[in-house]
Structure formats: structure tokens, C-alpha cells
């Protein structure tokens, strides 16, 4: 990812570095369309959201009778669709962190276990190749080949019935699924991440481990003193990963909490019924809904852009 | 009752090996985990509260209506049972999104899952074969609240399934309604009670369009399901009772369907909104409350819409005339209550079921809703005059078929496939020929 | 640096926890020992680590993939559990002859091919645009890829408003250039296209990210000796550049068509309901209405097996290549 310089680049850039406005009529006409390129795809990139944002400032009257990309003027600003998205979605925020904190710690911890178990320790590459395929595999399976099974299993395993004295405790027992939800979504991340840290622990240098191991230490110690101390940067690109993930999903939410009604419905989960409830078509509310749901997303990727990138692209 | 039982013993038999099955899961992550091995033997402790937990005598009761008149009427509701059984624990749940769709969604897993409610929302009629199995029968509550007598006969008939009553009525909606703005209408110079005929509404949407900047018919079509609904009533209107019965009945007059739907073809290929498709009824109402249309057809929720509006009165703003054909009918709709067998809450349940069909109950949640109690014995004078009105036809039909799109004509498989077909072959372009076929196809036995 | 003490301590067999179920492992029973000798010196020690989220994943994933082909191959349908004495393929016959699911089977098919092609051009060129050695290099990446970060209910929300007949932006946009409004969602023909174009705003992003990988690993003479031919940019990169872009566009498009596949949360929240718009049912959004709307299980499930047909049918191939360079 080094910005290595290259062919004409180079010197074209180095032009601008120095330029002031005036002499940017000397830039040939390649580059002005060039930044005219980047600049159309940042509009592009952006108007959606430009767009959404201006219109959860509006009132209903703002929002049909000015252009959808116009900010609000002053009659027709309004904080209120902000106020009654909080209300609707707030429960949602804390409900999304109550699994997607715990289940992407989890799936990060176990994909790391998986990963170190299956790279670096010696045992036949024929037999750890068909293991480690059915991890890659894992990672794109279409949910819904799994769902049926995944409620008949919730149905049977019935957390609602064996937590009990969780209920007791005055807590809902409808936050039984965020319990689900925290399993399934381990399960279902785990390839993923098993695939990060294994691309990771491949790259790894050999040699420390080779030496502990000629020492006589056990797998396990290996793990502790060496591996997992390394292990940092994949665990921080592995955690924003998943996170944004389990935030971001809707499938099995729907088929294990099922309703926005529900006392632990996750922040998506309302967001998708939020315009078509209660509110008929206000896209002001929903627009306001769309940016708090976002919000922890959105912030996890402005502050570790590159992390999230490197976990997309591998 | 056997039934019962064997349903109760499997789902506990299910649960023991289902213990079995966490308690390994939890063995080995704990064993990976290190020193979180204890959480293997907290599932082990869970499994003793086996038996419900706390929900046993709370009264559980989930519905759809979140949201306008419906919230309202379910508050009155409510509150008037608090006033009628104030020691009864309760937990009424409004279960929003998509008309019934979530409702039924989230009915539907917990009867799966042997964790049912201590009752729910829904239609009766054919509608009940979904829930083969697992709707228990509240014929004590019929007996000793002497419903029989003081139902009207189609309640008292379409909340039977398999010999036994599955729950009690609450409302009655009509479906072959068709509402006007009334100055859209005068600026056409259209009369719309001269309108008797499928054809002379289709003579009164062109007038409307040469006329005037309105649109003639607004229609809101994001889902399947008005569609639906404004074939049963234009089936009702232009082909007639029987035709009509027939097709409900399984034997349908392919003739009969395909004028009805060359009709819709001409309506929804000429007359209604060009954003049709991409908005929803909500909106589409809104068109005839802002004076952008003429017509709309829909059950007469769309009344309590009228209503909440400001400045905008029966009579003087808003009318209503029968759909043009089915003058003499009302195309019944029943929201009722159903009773779920392995009930959490039997005694309260059914304490709730006569409060149901109680003329308190009836009074305080209709007035709100827009509906019209299923008693015959109700005093009318605290309802608006439109459902005066809506009251007089009801008693006073000659016939009351049932509808199409709601429960009580067709099982909700047949329903759904009605709605397959609207969805690919009739909503733009109008594929007579195939949706012809697909709804003969549907219905037929 | 650490691995010295580390190692010094070991010898004094100074393992607090764990240490005496491993010894007991080397010492070697018999059948350890035969299980080591079986599959190399380490499996049996190196399982505490693997075998745990291994059986995780394939009680969970590959278990409930059985396990649904079972369900498929029963009539089960409503309330209860299935009837699994009576198997056979009615379900698969009921599909091909149920016009709702090859509509939504080909309608699967556009989005697959459509989306994963308009997005890979789309991407490559932006990667393209990025690499030519420009200012704010970093923003305007972070921009590109930022929908990626969104969910699909998100984004769903936006495109809803921008598709919006009457107020959403593109209808704006189109109608102040002279055209006529457009119902983006509302028309059948159209709105498959709509969703591609959406979903194409999302992942563009992503295919860029993996091509600017691609294109940096591409050494430096290469663009140097196309230079010195005296070739166009534009022959440049159609030339030389793009054909060594093989990989990047082949992992590329295998995630892309996986996401096109998994569409439904997009399409559930486009309209806040189990029934997409007339005309984009897709086998996702088929899928899910059989099973949580109407309650056809079995059904439902046989579908779930075309969906995972067709993904394997992609990934299958992709994970071959992929052990066949060596990289598994």
C-alpha cells in the first residue's frame, strides 16, 4: 500500500504539491479530468448520504416541498424526527451491542484458536487441506441454506425454558435470542475469521516458534508467549471486521428475535419496520433511524479505515 | 385434549435432549476457553425452570394495531378490560410492520415452538386451517356468554373449525366500499350514488379524468393485496353473488373471472395514480383527504383515516357509496380473537374471550377502529353516523359474502398464491390471460 | 526477545494448568499415539485448538446444511416437527413447477451476473482513478469504500428515499434533464435494475480495494516498458496492466456474487416485508417468505438447497483454483 511513485505521476504531482491557483491552468488536461473523474465518483459516493442527512433535518412539509438535496431552511428545520428516531431505535442501540460486542469477541478468540491450531503445529498437510477447506467454504454459505434447521434447533434447544432463573431476575425473557443470537453468530463468523488469522499466522516468522518448540514447549504455551502477543494487528482488523458484520445483519435477527415489538429487538431489526410501521412513508424519520443505526458502524470505520480495509480485501 | 397432552410431553422430551446438546457445546467452548468452563453446568441449572417460568397466569394477548385509529381503539380496548377484570395480570403486545404480516410471522414461530400466547389477533373462517392443531376450542365461553343468540349468523358459523368454537369476534370491517372527495366529484360533475353497475364507475373515472386535473381512482399497490381486494368486490359488483361464491367456493366461471379482470385491466391500466406501484395505502388515502383524487376503493378502515383528519367530514367532504354493483351487500370482515391450545393462562384466557364479545368490549374498541360490533344487540347512539349507517346495511343485507383478501373466503395458502399471481402477471402491464388462468388455477378444488 | 525466557522455562516443566493433560497426551496411550502416527506428530495436541470451533462450524453450518436437505426431502409443512419416514423429491418437482420460483430463480440469476459485472468495471476503475498517484489519495478511498461499512437496512433506507417517485433525488435529477419521472421501485421491469444499481454503489468500494491491491503488486517496469513502446494509457492498462489483474478479479467477483446472492436484507428492507417488489423476488427473498410467512418448511428448504447449488457452484471451482496455486 506504499504510495510508491510512478511513470508520469510523479512528476505531475510534484507540480501540484507547489501549485498555487494560478498555476493550475498549467496542469495539462489529462489531470483536470482526472480529479474531475474523482470528483464525480465522490458525488456519487456521497449524494445518498448527502441526501439522507439533509432530510432528517426537515419537517414532512420541508421534505415534499424542497429538492431532496437541499439543506433545510428555517421554517423547515427540525430536530424532532431525530428525537422520535432515538426514541423508536435507542433500545436497539443497546440491544445490537448486548450480542454484537460479545459474539465478535468471541468468534475472533475461537478464529484465532482455529487458525494457530490448524498452521502452525505439524500435522499432515493432506488432512489439514480438507479441514481448512471446509472452513474457507463456511465463510459462503448463504444463510438461508441453514435456516430452517438453525429456528428448528432454537426451538428445540429452548433457552427461554433453561435460563429461567435469568427470567426470574425480572429480566425479559424474549433477550433469550440475543443469547441465540450470540451463538449463531459465532458459529457462522468463524470461518471468516479463522481464514484472516490463518493468512496471518502463515506470514508469520517461523523461526521463534521453531525454537520454542525444539525447547519442548507445549502448543498451548506457544500460543500464550508468542503467537497471541503477535497476534495484535489481525485481532484488531478481525474484531472491526466482524463487528460491522453482526451490527450490520439482518437475516438472523428476523428469524430468532422476529419482531421490533420484541423487548430486545436489535437496532436493525426496528430500522427495517421503522417506515412502514407506524410512520406510513416518513422518510425524514427514516433517514434520522438509517444514521443512529449507522453510527456505531460508521464511527468504528472513520477511526480504523485501514483495518477495515484489509479485512474486505482478503 | 389428548392432543394436548402429546404436544406438551414432546416438547419437554425435546427440551431434555436439547440440554444434553447445549450442555456438550458449552463443555467444549469452555474447555478452549480456559478457565470459562463453568458455563457448562449453568445450562445444566437452567433446565430445571423448565416449566414456562413466570409467564403461567400472566394473560398474554398479542395484535397488529400499532399504529393511527388502530392504537387508539386497541388503548380503549384495554383500558375497558382493565375496568371489567382488574385483577387479571396482563401484557397486551402490539406487534407492528407490514399489515398482519409480522403478527402472523411471530404468531406462527411460538406455535412452533410450543410457546404460544395466551391469545392473538386474527380472521376466522378458512383462514383457522393455518392453525390446524394448535387452536384450542372456547365453546364453554359461546355457552355461557349465550353468543349464539346475540352474534349475527355468519360469526356465529365462520368461528367454527373441525365442530368446535377457536375464538371470539371483536369487529366487523365491510369491503365493498368505495369512498369519493366529495368536491373532486361535484367539480366532475359525477353523481356517484347514480353509480349501480362495474361499467358506469368506469364511465364516472373517465369523466373524472377529462374533467378535471384529479386523479379518478387512487390506488395504492406497493403490496399485492388491495389489488386483490378490489377484484373481489369488482367480481362482486359486475358478475354478481353466486358468480362470486362460486369462485370462493372452488368452483369458479372462468368466464366471470376474466370480464372481471378485463375490467380491472381497464381501471388500472387508465385511471389510477402513475406512482400506483411504489406507494402504499396510507398514502394512496391521503391522495382523496388532499383532494387529489376522486375515488378510492378499500374496506372501510380507510374511514378512520377521514376521520383523524382535520377538516374532513362525512357528507361534507368525504362520501361513501357501496361498490358500484354490490348494492344490497356487505362483504364481511371479522377481527377476532383465537384461542391457542397448550394456553399459558386457560382461566384468564378465557375470561378474556367473554370479555371479547362483550357489548363493553365491542363498543369501546369499534367506535375507535372504524368497525362495527358483531353483536346484534348493541346500542348504536355512541358510534358516528357513518357507522350508524355502515350498522343499518349490515343488518339490513341481503347478503353478506365473505371476503377474499382476509380470511374468510379462502385458506391463506390460496390467498397467497392469489397474490403470486397479482404480483407477476397483474401489476403492469395487465396480463389478463394469465392472471385469468392463475386465479382459476388457485381456487379451483 | 521473549521467546528465550520462554523457552528457559519450559524445560523446568513449570505448566500451571493444562500441563498435566498434555503430558498425559505425550507419554502416549495407545490410541494418541496411533491417532499422531495416523495424521503427524501435532494433531492430537494441536485439537484443543482446532476442534472446538471446527465442530462449532460444522455442527452448525455443514450439520444444518444435512440437515436442511433432509427437511427438503420431507412434506413438512405448519405446525410441528417433520415427518422424516417418508422421503422423496416432490418438493423439488412442486418448484419447477411453481413459475414464482424460476422468476426468482432467473430474476437471481440477472443480479448475479448484472451487479458482479457492473461493480468489478465500476471498481477497477476507481482503483485505476486512485492509482494514479493522486492527492488525498486516503479520503477519497475512504470514501469509496465507506457504504461498504453500512448495513444493507441502512442502505435500503437511502436508496428507498432516492429512488423516491415523486421527491427522490434521481427522479430530480432525471426530470430537470427533460425526461419523464421513472418508478424506480414500482415497475416490475425496472426494479431489478434499481437494486443492482444500489448495491453497486455499496460494493464498488470493495472491488476497488482489492483491485488497488492487485495493481500495486504489479511491479514498476511493466508500466516502464509500456512507456518506452510508446503505448496510450488507455492501451496501457487494456494491454499490459488489466490481464494481470486475473486474481484480484477472480476473488473479487466470487465475494461479490456470494453478496448478490445474500441480497434479501436489502430487499426486506426496501419494503419493511417479506414480499419484495413486483418483479426482484429473488431465491433469498423466495426462501425466507415460504418458510417465516407461510410456513412451507419443506419447501423452503428445497429452495435453500437451489441457493446453495448455485453458491456452490461458484465457490466450488474458486476453492479448487485456490488449492490448486497452494493457497489453502
Given at each position: 500500500m506504499s504510495n510508491d511513485a510512478r511513470t508520469d505521476g510523479g512528476t505531475a504531482s510534484a507540480t501540484d504539491t507547489g501549485a498555487s491557483a494560478g498555476a493550475l491552468a498549467g496542469i495539462d488536461g489529462y489531470r483536470v479530468l482526472l480529479y474531475l473523474g474523482l470528483l464525480g465518483m465522490l458525488t456519487f459516493f456521497l449524494i445518498p448520504i448527502e441526501s439522507g442527512l439533509v432530510t432528517s433535518f426537515k419537517t414532512s412539509s420541508g421534505v415534499s416541498g424542497s429538492l431532496p438535496f437541499a439543506p433545510p431552511t428555517g421554517s423547515t428545520f427540525t430536530l424532532e424526527k431525530w428525537q422520535s428516531a432515538f426514541d423508536a431505535l435507542g433500545r436497539g442501540l443497546i440491544n445490537s451491542a448486548l450480542y454484537a460486542i460479545p459474539a465478535t469477541v468471541i468468534s475472533a478468540l475461537l478464529g484465532s484458536f482455529a487458525a494457530y491450531g490448524i498452521t502452525q503445529s505439524d500435522w499432515k498437510q493432506k488432512y489439514k487441506a480438507p479441514v481448512l477447506a471446509l472452513f474457507v467454504a463456511g465463510i459462503f454459505i448463504p444463510y438461508q441454506a441453514v435456516l430452517v434447521p438453525l429456528s428448528q434447533f432454537w426451538s428445540m434447544v429452548s433457552l427461554q425454558d433453561w435460563l429461567g432463573f435469568v427470567w426470574a431476575l425480572g429480566i425479559n425473557d424474549d433477550y433469550a435470542g440475543v443469547v441465540e443470537l450470540i451463538v449463531t453468530h459465532v458459529a457462522y463468523g468463524l470461518p471468516i475469521c479463522t481464514v484472516l488469522f490463518r493468512s496471518y499466522y502463515k506470514n508469520m516468522s517461523e523461526e521463534m516458534i521453531e525454537a520454542a518448540r525444539l525447547d519442548g514447549a507445549s502448543i498451548r504455551r506457544i500460543y500464550r508467549r508468542i503467537v497471541l502477543p503477535l497476534s495484535g494487528p489481525m485481532f484488531a482488523v478481525v474484531l472491526i471486521y466482524q463487528f460491522t458484520q453482526i451490527w450490520n445483519d439482518l437475516l438472523f435477527t428476523l428469524v430468532l428475535v422476529q419482531t421490533e415489538s420484541s423487548a430486545a429487538a436489535p437496532i436493525v431489526l426496528i430500522l427495517a419496520g421503522l417506515g412502514t410501521s407506524l410512520e406510513g412513508q416518513d422518510f425524514a424519520l427514516r433517514m434520522a433511524g438509517a444514521f443512529i443505526a449507522a453510527l456505531p458502524t460508521l464511527a468504528v470505520y472513520i477511526a480504523f479505515g485501514e483495518e477495515f480495509a484489509e479485512g474486505v480485501a482478503t | 385434549m389428548t392432543d394436548q397432552d402429546s404436544r406438551l410431553s414432546r416438547r419437554h422430551f425435546v427440551g431434555a435432549t436439547g440440554a444434553a446438546t447445549l450442555t456438550g457445546l458449552a463443555g467444549c467452548s469452555g474447555g478452549s476457553d480456559g478457565g470459562d468452563g463453568g458455563d457448562g453446568s449453568d445450562g445444566g441449572d437452567g433446565s430445571d425452570g423448565g416449566d414456562g417460568g413466570d409467564g403461567g397466569n400472566t394473560l398474554e394477548v398479542l395484535h397488529a394495531w400499532t399504529g393511527g385509529d388502530g392504537a387508539r381503539a386497541a388503548e380503549a380496548l384495554v383500558a375497558a378490560f382493565e375496568e371489567e377484570y382488574p385483577d387479571i395480570e396482563h401484557e397486551f403486545n402490539p406487534i407492528g410492520g407490514g399489515g398482519n404480516q409480522n403478527l402472523d410471522a411471530v404468531v406462527a414461530n411460538r406455535l412452533q415452538n410450543g410457546d404460544p400466547p395466551s391469545s392473538f389477533a386474527n380472521w376466522p373462517g378458512p383462514n383457522l386451517q393455518r392453525y390446524e392443531g394448535v387452536l384450542g376450542e372456547v365453546g364453554g365461553v359461546w355457552e355461557s356468554e349465550g353468543f349464539e343468540d346475540v352474534m349475527v349468523q355468519e360469526a356465529v358459523d365462520l368461528h367454527q373449525y373441525n365442530g368446535a368454537y377457536r375464538g371470539v369476534p371483536l369487529g366487523s370491517h365491510r369491503l365493498n366500499c368505495l369512498f369519493y372527495n366529495t368536491s373532486v366529484v361535484e367539480e366532475a360533475g359525477v353523481d356517484p350514488d347514480s353509480l349501480t353497475s362495474v361499467s358506469a364507475l368506469i364511465d364516472a373515472l373517465e369523466t373524472v379524468q377529462s374533467e378535471t386535473d384529479a386523479i379518478p381512482m387512487t390506488h395504492g399497490a406497493s403490496g399485492t393485496w388491495t389489488t386483490t381486494q378490489l377484484f373481489a368486490s369488482t367480481m362482486l359488483g359486475q358478475e354478481g353473488y353466486d358468480a362470486y361464491m362460486s369462485f370462493i367456493d372452488g368452483s369458479p366461471d372462468e368466464a366471470a373471472v376474466r370480464a372481471t379482470f378485463e375490467s380491472l385491466a381497464e381501471i388500472l391500466g387508465n385511471y389510477i395514480n402513475e406512482d400506483a406501484s411504489s406507494i402504499g395505502l396510507t398514502e394512496s388515502n391521503q391522495n382523496i383527504i388532499e383532494g387529489n383524487a376522486a375515488f378510492i376503493h378499500q374496506g372501510n378502515w380507510a374511514a378512520g383515516a377521514y376521520r383523524n383528519a382535520e377538516d374532513f367530514d362525512y357528507d361534507e367532504d368525504w362520501g361513501f357509496k357501496t361498490y358500484p354493483g354490490s348494492e344490497g351487500m356487505y362483504m364481511l370482515h371479522f377481527d377476532s380473537f383465537l384461542y391457542p391450545s397448550d394456553n399459558p393462562s386457560p382461566d384468564a384466557t378465557e375470561q378474556f374471550m367473554a370479555f371479547v364479545g362483550s357489548e363493553a368490549a365491542q363498543v369501546a374498541f369499534n367506535q375507535y377502529k372504524g368497525s362495527i360490533p358483531t353483536r346484534t344487540d348493541v346500542d348504536m347512539s355512541q358510534f358516528g353516523p357513518y357507522l350508524q349507517e355502515t350498522q343499518e346495511d349490515f343488518a339490513n343485507a341481503d347478503q353478506r359474502p365473505p371476503n377474499l383478501q382476509h380470511g374468510l373466503g379462502v385458506p391463506s395458502g390460496t390467498m397467497t398464491t392469489l397474490n403470486d399471481v397479482i404480483s407477476s402477471e397483474f401489476s403492469g402491464p395487465y396480463n389478463v390471460d394469465a392472471a385469468t388462468e392463475g386465479f382459476v388455477d388457485a381456487v379451483s378444488n | 526477545m521473549t521467546q528465550n525466557t520462554d523457552t528457559g522455562d519450559d524445560s523446568g516443566d513449570?505448566?500451571?494448568?493444562?500441563g498435566v493433560a498434555e503430558d498425559g497426551q505425550r507419554s502416549g496411550f495407545s490410541p494418541i499415539s496411533a491417532l499422531n502416527e495416523r495424521f503427524g506428530s501435532d494433531f492430537v495436541e494441536s485439537s484443543q485448538f482446532w476442534l472446538p470451533p471446527f465442530l462449532l462450524v460444522g455442527l452448525f453450518v455443514y450439520g444444518a446444511i444435512i440437515w436442511n436437505l433432509l427437511i427438503s426431502l420431507t412434506d413438512f409443512t405448519g405446525f410441528g416437527t417433520p415427518d422424516y419416514g417418508d422421503l422423496d423429491l416432490e418438493m423439488y418437482g412442486r418448484a419447477l413447477a411453481d413459475s414464482g420460483f424460476i422468476d426468482a430463480a432467473i430474476n437471481t440469476f440477472i443480479l448475479l451476473v448484472g451487479f458482479t459485472l457492473v461493480t468489478l468495471a465500476l471498481g477497477l476503475g476507481l482503483a485505476i482513478l486512485i492509482d494514479r498517484n493522486i492527492r488525498f489519495e486516503n479520503t477519497f478511498r475512504t470514501i469509496y469504500l465507506l457504504p461498504m461499512s453500512l448495513s444493507f437496512v441502512v442502505t435500503a433506507q437511502f436508496w428507498a428515499w432516492m429512488f423516491n417517485f415523486n421527491n427522490g433525488v434521481i427522479n430530480i435529477v432525471i426530470t430537470s434533464l427533460g425526461f419523464g419521472r421513472v418508478d424506480w421501485i414500482g415497475n416490475p421491469d425496472i426494479v431489478l435494475w434499481a437494486v443492482m444499481f444500489a448495491l453497486m454503489w455499496q460494493f464498488a468500494g470493495y472491488a476497488m480495494v482489492v483491485f488497488l491491491a492487485g495493481l500495486r503488486a504489479i511491479p514498476n517496469e511493466h508500466y516502464e516498458a509500456a512507456k518506452v513502446d510508446g503505448a496510450s494509457t488507455v492501451r496501457m492498462y487494456w494491454r499490459v496492466i488489466i490481464p494481470q489483474l486475473k486474481g484480484s478479479t477472480i476473488s473479487a467477483s466470487v465475494v461479490l456474487m456470494v453478496f448478490a446472492l445474500k441480497a434479501f436484507d436489502f430487499l426486506y428492507s426496501l419494503v419493511g416485508g417479506y414480499r419484495p417488489p413486483n418483479g426482484a423476488d429473488i431465491l433469498a427473498t423466495k426462501m425466507v417468505r415460504e418458510a417465516y410467512a407461510n410456513l412451507n418448511w419443506a419447501y423452503a428448504s428445497a429452495v435453500a438447497i437451489t441457493l446453495f447449488l448455485m453458491t456452490l457452484g461458484i465457490v466450488g471451482p474458486y476453492l479448487y483454483y485456490q488449492y490448486n496455486r497452494g493457497n489453502l
Open positions: - | - | 513449570a505448566l500451571p494448568d493444562g
